[in-house]
Each structure stands twice: as C-alpha cells, then as structure tokens.
C-alpha cells in the first residue's frame, strides 16, 4: 500500500537545505534509523511498538541537527511503522522550512537492502534530496553498501553500528535516482544522537 502525501505544514520563506546548492548534478540520500521503541509491553506486535521516551527526546534532536545542516528533505520515504511515524514527526516538527512529499510504504517496515535501494531508484528526479527512514539490519547494510568514499573515521563507525536515529547522510553524482549504484556514495557525515554537539 503507498500513501503519498504531498503537504506538510511548514512556512517556505526560508533558505533552501544544502542539498539544493551544488552547482553539478547532485544527489542527498539520507538514511536514518528510526529512534530507539520501547518493549514495555511485551505483547505488543513489533510493528505497534511506540517510541521510549529515549527515542521520543533523540528524534526532535535529530530533526533539530538536520535543519540546522540545512538538509531539508524534499521526499520522505518512511516505513509505516508506529516507531518510525513517530520519529518522522517528532523529526519535521523540528525543520520549520519543510515541506516534503511523504511516502509511507508498507514495504520498507523491516525491508532488506534490494527493496529499499529499489525504492530510492524509483524516487522522482524532481527531489535534490531524499531521506528514507526505516530499520535495522537493512539500513545498516544499505548504508555499507552504497558508501564508496568518505571520512575514514565516519566510514570506520558506520561500519561498527548503526544505532537507534542514527543518521548517514550520503551525496551522489548524477541527473536520476535510478542511476544510485552500490559504492558510488560519499558519505558526507554519520550521527548518532550521542555524537551531535
């Protein structure tokens, strides 16, 4: 099932994000895990699980670290779980300049790396800036697999974990999201809630 929702509350009268300013052809693709759910009740379905009150303080943070890299999403592309709803809305109330097309899709709760990547591909040409927010181990692999070049270090600690509403944030060359090819990003920077200032 694909929801797509095109407004979003949000004034327009500020700066465009930094994925908007390159002078060639560029591609932001930014991969954040869903912020950490709680196990309170252990008979809830995985897919019901909320937010703990960890996660619902690091998804604003997030948000709030995003906006202030003036990386503005121009489609969203978000598993339909509750854990990642919340975190996505917890996350765009903190971007005041945002309005994404959103894209809730049943297919990405716990999708391996080939749906998700297929999903990117599929993203229309019209958006600079695309930010898929899902789950573990997919993202993580995904993250590994479409990251060709980078900061050692960031590469290094990506590559070790890829924790609750961490955030990879990888730029591509190109005219089309269908042309994002397995180590062919740069990652231009990896945060975690823990290593934002």
Not at 50 to 66: C, I
Not at 83 to 89: M, Y
Request: hydrophobic share 40%; net charge neutral; charged share 20%.
């Amino acid at each position: 099932m694909l929801i797509s929702i095109t407004d979003w509350t949000g004034r327009s009268d500020l700066p465009i994000g930094a994925c908007h300013a390159h002078a060639r052809p560029m591609r932001d693709l930014i991969l954040y895990r869903h912020a950490k759910s709680s196990w309170d009740d252990l008979d809830l379905d995985d897919f019901e699980r909320p937010l703990s009150p960890r996660g619902a303080k690091a998804a604003p943070r997030m948000g709030n670290w995003l906006s202030a890299q003036r990386l503005i999403p121009d489609c969203v592309l978000c598993s339909t779980s509750v854990r990642t709803r919340a975190t996505l809305t917890l996350s765009l109330n903190e971007m005041e300049a945002v309005k994404p097309t959103l894209l809730f899709e049943d297919a990405l709760y716990l999708a391996n790396p080939s749906v998700l990547l297929n999903h990117i591909r599929a993203v229309s040409d019209d958006a600079r800036c695309c930010m898929v927010l899902g789950h573990n181990p997919g993202l993580h692999a995904l993250a590994l697999e479409l990251t060709g070049q980078g900061r050692k270090r960031d590469i290094t600690q990506l590559a070790i974990k890829f924790p609750t509403a961490a955030i990879a944030h990888l730029r591509f060359e190109g005219e089309s999201w269908s042309s994002v090819q397995a180590a062919c990003g740069q990652l231009v920077q990896y945060v975690t809630p823990r290593t934002i200032s």
